[in-house]
């Protein structure tokens, strides 16, 4: 199992740009999290998906940005025509159902950087 | 609202040193209690957790008692090690949520 796969890894982007982050989860796993990491921050929640679904939205902001967990294929977390403080690490962790008691597994990481 | 407060760092030891990384929390209710560590390039992982109050989390030689009276869940180690070099991350989840509320980070550099 190779655990939940985040990519790229690093992804630089001019401002005005658009940034596609990706996360497949572990397999059997139907819940995905999105978490931001601004620096020197701990991380924040930004979007609870299940596949099709968006349960909660509300850690993310409401322009140029949009996530998507479709029936096939990872998930994505979309940011249109990025600035300087989209710069942040960008997390995703899978689990089997809903609620801290399952357990996440966490991806490695997107760094987004912002030129 | 929730929040977690731990430690700011670097924290730097020597080999075999006594560890402990402070974190306390502010919660309404019956928060579950988290330690993550990340490990250079890799994703965050799992080290503790307790689910209720005079609980201990423990995983390798790493253990933390979550204390509701002084609302805190201090990471503690008897003796570290070089590998144990990493970012540790304290956490909590609200009653019934899936959300994490994250601390900061510390970061731990262990000399040899």
């Known amino acids: 199992n190779a655990g939940v796969m985040q990519n790229p890894r690093h992804l630089v982007r001019r401002r005005g740009q658009e940034a596609r982050l990706r996360c497949s989860p572990m397999?059997?796993?139907?819940?995905v999290y999105w978490y931001r990491q601004l620096p020197e921050e701990g991380l924040k929640f930004m979007v609870y998906?299940?596949?099709?679904?968006?349960?909660?939205e509300s850690g993310m902001p409401k322009e140029r940005f949009s996530a998507e967990f479709p029936k096939e294929g990872p998930s994505i977390l979309r940011i249109q025509q990025v600035v300087r403080g989209d710069s942040a690490a960008y997390f995703c962790a899978s689990s089997p159902g809903t609620g801290t008691e399952y357990g996440y597994t966490f991806g490695s990481g997107t760094r987004l950087t912002v030129v | 609202g929730d929040s977690v407060t731990q430690m700011e760092g670097p924290v730097t030891l020597s080999e075999e040193a006594f560890l402990t990384i402070n974190c306390t929390y502010t919660a309404t209710g019956y928060p579950s209690l988290f330690w993550y560590v990340q490990y250079p390039g890799e994703g965050l992982q799992l080290l503790l957790k307790a689910t209720k109050a005079d609980d201990k989390g423990s995983n390798k030689g790493f253990e933390a008692t979550y204390r509701k009276e002084t609302t805190s869940f201090h990471l503690e180690k008897g003796s570290v090690q070089v590998s144990d070099s990493a970012v540790y991350f304290c956490?909590?989840?609200?009653?019934?949520?899936?959300?994490?509320?994250w601390g900061a980070g510390t970061k731990l550099i262990i000399k040899p």
């Open positions: 956490a909590l989840s609200p009653d019934s949520n899936y959300q994490l509320i």
């Open positions: 397999k059997g796993h139907s819940h």
């Open positions: 998906l299940q596949k099709e679904n968006i349960i909660d």
